[in-house]
């Protein structure tokens, strides 16, 4: 679905490379978590392989179209929600989607079945009608999600998708994503919560100063998962006991399983009949 | 939050963040900087010198040779006091209410009173500078002109201008304070009301240019008989009239030249001065009400209000990726009060304004060198107005702002959309020089009360306005996608025009200069080259033209679409 290898990308007024050599690839079916430090060289990355920025030198294909050589063929196959969400604000939801499936050249029947089907699941029938300004933050991110949807890409690429998201538009991308990869296409998304993309994450890998240090599976491997947050960690060089004793337990409260928070709940009720 | 407290030391940093703001660091100035702002100045000091001299001739012409000095003052003061008004609703809208950093600002621990005092500072600083710079110019000439005319003007009198400078500063400043908040209100009601905006818009354009031209039309008048027009003895009657009764405005000019000219007496000047005081107490008095008691609700209505929006319901119809770009270009400056009146406006208004404006230069023209000039002026005219409307073709990129990367990850090559975006602009612009040169036919035609072009004129200057205005298109495009400054605000508007923007509007006015000026030198005279002439006659100048336009068009054509996509790919956002 994806292929990067060799990616190389250094700003023309900067004295570093902001990605160096990096190479990986995301096969049908996988979510793939893109990991790293702020200016680590995720967004580069991403914005290299969606066409945004050109590059140095190494190939990008998606679904085998090189994004250099045939960029039209590679970016039919890809939606791209970007970390900021920009979308042209002064149209109106509708209008919004209906732009770009145009320009994706959706049929009308396919486009009209697509975004009715996730404007009722965003819960977004009052607002598709007025200017996207009018919208709040979570529902512009919305917006911009069906907007890359709305397509059927075989490949979705999403930059932080979730921040400033509310938990039930979380648990809905969640769900997309995973519906995503269940119809034998690709997911890859790039994020600073350790715990999501463990949940979440088929494979994975961690970028630090714009280098790619470590790859590794996480689906069916307990291991892998169980280590994460150490290994992020010490592989971008800000492992600090402390921290990472304070993390690793505040994610622990967070995620604590429903039995054991029954069997807690159960000791305070045993507690109070005594 | 305690609203009305204000502590020296926020005020302080709030006027240093909006200096910061407004003229960036000096630490950043680059020597390339240094030299732009040079530029500006000088640039600006040579157009403030040109209009001061105009100011000077038509002092002259009121003072010394139609003796209507005091009622000159009293127009003079009446017509800068309102431009000056109008000037500082802009500013106070700008700056108190439509800026914005508001948003912003109240998250800071400061009070809503040490905001608005704080950009109060800066809106009375910019009145008072505004108007010295556009009365100043006309007491000091009256001062002058009075003074050779045999009028006693002393030292003092120069002083006095100062003061009543001043003095006149503080009613606008007062005015705008006050009347900011309904006009915001209207605005606010009218913004998601696109056509009626823009009909206004069109409907306030032309009447103040065809308002502008009549006045220089009255003013040429009288340079060709003195005995008609603006210096009849009937209009002379109406002025001495208008002088008489023009309340606020002639108590300004009796303090300045009540002993000089009107044979006032000191008791009288008291008087006015007394009046002056009394209205301008009253005034700031109510202005400062006004904008303590509702400059808080207006800047929150303001920062809710950004969100309000219209609803329509639209149909998910298919349309071609061509199609779609196109519209999506043309709905984004619609439904932009700034883009539509710098845009929409412009071209819609342009064909009302080129005929005002070409009636004008050739009643005068062709009376002081003969009809030949009509093909040339036409020229000169039309694409002036259609550089004024295609130039902002060259912020296209630019206006993308924080949406620029979707034009880099839809599947639509970059020449595709640079050719709908070309195809939107150059369509209006077209359109828009069809109908002026359609205006000029009409006014000059063969069918024409006074018929001064035929009608192959008329097809050659429509065809070389045409390829002018789309080479002036391309260029404009070409421009931006050289070099795009993202530049937008809070709702995705431009902060302010580029450098593109100014480019554009330089080549085209040079362009219609050498065009209007060949066409009419060589109208008049033949160019010999050896024992044949050149050109001979308006139809040789004609063909020069079309061959230069072609190979204009040519150029430019090539300029933007060769390497396009390349060139294209290496825009960062």
């Keep these: ?274 | 939050m305690k609203q009305s407290k204000i502590s020296a030391s926020s005020l302080k940093a709030l006027i240093k963040l909006d200096i910061r703001g407004r003229f960036g660091s000096r630490k950043d100035i680059s020597s390339k900087d240094i030299v732009s702002r040079i530029f500006n100045i000088l640039f600006s000091v040579v157009i403030y010198g040109i209009v001061v001299f105009g100011i000077y001739e038509l002092t002259n012409i009121f003072v010394k040779r139609s003796g209507l000095g005091y009622e000159w003052l009293v127009m003079v003061t009446g017509i800068t006091m309102v431009l000056a008004t109008i000037i500082s609703i802009i500013t106070v809208m700008k700056n108190l209410y439509m800026n914005g950093d508001n948003e912003l600002l109240l998250q800071f621990p400061v009070t809503s009173a040490e905001i608005l005092v704080s950009k109060s500072i800066y809106c009375f600083i910019h009145n008072v500078a505004i108007c010295y710079i556009l009365i100043l110019p006309f007491y000091v000439s009256f001062g002058i002109v009075a003074g050779s005319a045999g009028f006693t003007i002393s030292k003092g009198y120069y002083a006095e201008v100062l003061v009543d400078i001043f003095l006149i500063s503080l009613i606008p400043f007062s005015l705008a304070n006050i009347l900011a908040v309904p006009v915001m209100m209207v605005v606010n009601k009218l913004k998601n009301k696109h056509l009626l905006m823009l009909i206004i818009l069109i409907v306030l354009l032309v009447g103040a240019f065809v308002a502008y031209m009549e006045v220089i039309r009255m003013i040429l008048r009288y340079f060709q008989s003195e005995s008609v027009s603006i210096f009849s003895p009937q209009m002379i009657d109406n002025y001495k009239k208008f002088g008489s009764i023009a309340y606020p405005f002639k108590w300004y000019a009796n303090m300045l030249s009540g002993t000089i000219l009107a044979g006032l007496s000191t008791k009288d000047i008291g008087l006015s001065f007394l009046y002056v005081a009394l209205v301008t107490i009253g005034l700031l008095v109510a202005g400062f009400f006004v904008t303590v008691k509702l400059y808080y609700k207006t800047i929150l209505w303001g920062i809710e209000g950004t969100k309000e929006s219209f609803k329509l319901k639209t149909r998910m119809s298919v349309h071609s990726q061509f199609e779609a770009s196109l519209r999506r270009e043309f709905l984004l400056i619609y439904r932009s009060f700034n883009y539509s009146f710098q845009y929409l406006a412009m071209a819609v208004a342009a064909p009302i304004m080129v005929y005002y404006c070409n009636n004008l230069a050739v009643e005068f023209g062709s009376a002081s060198v003969g009809p030949k000039i009509v093909p040339g002026l036409s020229l000169l005219v039309i694409i002036i107005f259609s550089t004024m409307i295609v130039s902002f073709a060259a912020t296209t990129i630019s206006r993308e702002g924080s949406e620029f990367y979707l034009t880099k990850i839809i599947p639509m090559k970059y020449s595709t959309q640079v050719i709908s975006k070309f195809v939107l602009y150059s369509v209006v612009a077209v359109i828009s020089v069809t109908l002026s040169t359609l205006a000029i036919g009409l006014a000059f035609g063969p069918n024409a009360k006074r018929p001064l072009i035929g009608l192959a004129d008329i097809f050659a200057i429509w065809g070389i306005s045409e390829m002018i205005t789309m080479a002036l298109t391309c260029l404009s495009v070409w421009a931006d996608v050289k070099s795009p400054t993202f530049n937008v605000s809070g709702d995705g508007e431009m902060v302010k025009a580029n450098k593109n923007l100014a480019i554009a509007l330089f080549v085209g006015i040079i362009v219609a200069v050498g065009y209007g000026v060949f066409a009419i030198i060589f109208n008049y005279i033949k160019l010999p080259v050896g024992d044949i002439y050149l050109i001979d006659g308006i139809n040789d100048v004609y063909i020069g033209l079309t061959i230069a336009s072609i190979l204009i068009l040519a150029a430019s054509v090539c300029l933007l679409f060769v390497k396009l996509d390349k060139r294209y790919t290496q825009i960062v956002p």
């Design chain 1, 1 to 274: 679905m994806l292929k990067v290898e060799g990616l190389t990308k250094k700003y023309p007024k900067s004295d570093r490379y902001s990605v160096k050599d990096i190479s990986f690839e995301v096969k049908a079916g996988e979510i793939f978590g893109f990991l790293g430090q702020n200016g680590a060289g995720k967004s580069t990355t991403i914005k290299c392989l969606t066409g945004i920025l050109p590059f140095d030198s190494g190939t990008i294909e998606i679904c085998g179209h090189d994004i250099v050589k045939d960029p039209i063929g590679a970016k039919l196959e890809m939606g791209y929600v970007p970390d900021n969400h920009s979308v042209y604000e002064k149209l109106t939801g509708r209008e919004y989607v209906n732009y770009v499936a145009d320009i994706y050249r959706v049929s009308k029947e396919k486009r009209v079945e697509i975004y009715n089907q996730y404007i009722e699941l965003f819960k977004l029938q009052e607002a598709q009608d007025k200017q996207i300004k009018s919208y709040s933050h979570g529902m512009k991110q919305k917006i911009c999600i069906i907007s890359t949807l709305v397509h059927e890409p075989k490949l979705w690429v999403l930059d932080e998708p979730m921040i400033g998201l509310d938990p039930q538009a979380i648990a809905e991308i969640i769900a997309l994503m995973k519906q995503h990869v269940a119809k034998g296409n690709a997911v890859f998304f790039s994020s600073h919560n350790l715990d999501l993309v463990k949940r979440l994450c088929d494979r994975c890998a961690i970028v630090n100063k714009g280098e790619m240090v470590d790859f590794f599976d996480l689906k069916d491997n307990e291991e892998n998962k169980k280590n994460l947050e150490e290994r992020f960690f010490k592989i971008t060089g800000t492992y600090e006991e402390r921290l990472f004793k304070d993390y690793a337990s505040q994610e622990l409260a967070d995620v604590r399983p429903e039995s054991e928070e029954a069997e807690t709940k159960g000791d305070v009720e045993e507690n109070e009949t005594k």
